[in-house]
T-cell receptor, first 113, second 113 residues
Framework: DSGVTQTPKHLITATGQRVTLRCSPRSGDLSVYWYQQSLDQGLQFLIQYYNGEERAKGNILERFSAQQFPDLHSELNLSSLELGDSALYFC????????????FGPGTRLTVT | DQQVKQNSPSLSVQEGRISILNCDYTNSMFDYFLWYKKYPAEGPTFLISISSIKDKNEDGRFTVFLNKSAKHLSLHIVPSQPGDSAVYFCAAPFGGSNYKLTFGKGTLLTVNP
């Protein structure tokens, strides 16, 4: 158990809809990262938050947004969903200071029909 | 552009033998590398890492070798056990101090009893 929790585990929704994925980092970790894993792709970095502030953006679509709350949990919002958004979404956390190791949650499997 | 490449999608070895998983990278600025292991329906789990100031790092049955001139690293598992069967990802932090990771596409290791 990495100590990172993600909800829900599975999500099935229709095209055009909006969903919110939730992540709670390990106790004490200030950095949260979101990654997407599609069928034929490795893990792709989406976005990073550190102590409530956005720190880095990867190949995140404009339809996607995220935030980190004062209690350090984070949410990834996906809107105007398309079939191609079906993927595994992982959240990871790290201490964020001189620590490269990231600890991953179990992921949320999103299926868009 | 895939900066970290794992060219073997799968590898099958016999229990007790050595497993060698390979990873190549293109960015000579990378100075730290990590290996993650992933079981189905779970998030990636940190396994072992290596800094570019070293050429070898060992942790029990797992050893990572780094050849900077060839931009190549490998993960050796000796002896391999059936419980090692998983997808292995190599990763490197990129983009300055934010520690976000770029991953290879992974190699599925199957250890046969």
């Amino acid at each position: 158990d990495s100590g990172v929790t993600q909800t829900p585990k599975h999500l099935i929704t229709a095209t055009g809809q909006r969903v919110t994925l939730r992540c709670s980092p390990r106790s004490g970790d200030l950095s949260v990262y979101w990654y997407q894993q599609s069928l034929d792709q490795g893990l792709q970095f989406l976005i990073q938050y550190y102590n409530g502030e956005e720190r880095a953006k990867g190949n995140i679509l404009e339809r996607f947004s995220a935030q980190q709350f004062p209690d350090l949990h984070s949410e990834l919002n996906l809107s105007s969903l398309e079939l191609g958004d079906s993927a595994l979404y992982f959240c990871a956390s790290s201490a964020g200071t001189a620590s490269y190791e990231q600890y991953f949650g179990p992921g949320t499997r999103l299926t868009v029909t | 552009d895939q900066q970290v490449k794992q060219n073997s999608p799968s590898l099958s070895v016999q229990e007790g033998r050595i497993s060698i998983l390979n990873c190549d990278y293109t960015n000579s600025m990378f100075d730290y590398f990590l290996w993650y292991k992933k079981y189905p329906a779970e998030g990636p789990t940190f396994l072992i890492s290596i800094s570019s100031i070293k050429d070898k790092n060992e942790d029990g049955r797992f050893t990572v070798f780094l050849n900077k001139s060839a931009k190549h690293l490998s993960l050796h598992i000796v002896p391999s056990q059936p419980g090692d069967s998983a997808v292995y990802f190599c990763a490197a932090p990129f983009g300055g101090s934010n520690y976000k990771l770029t991953f290879g596409k992974g190699t599925l290791l199957t250890v046969n009893p």
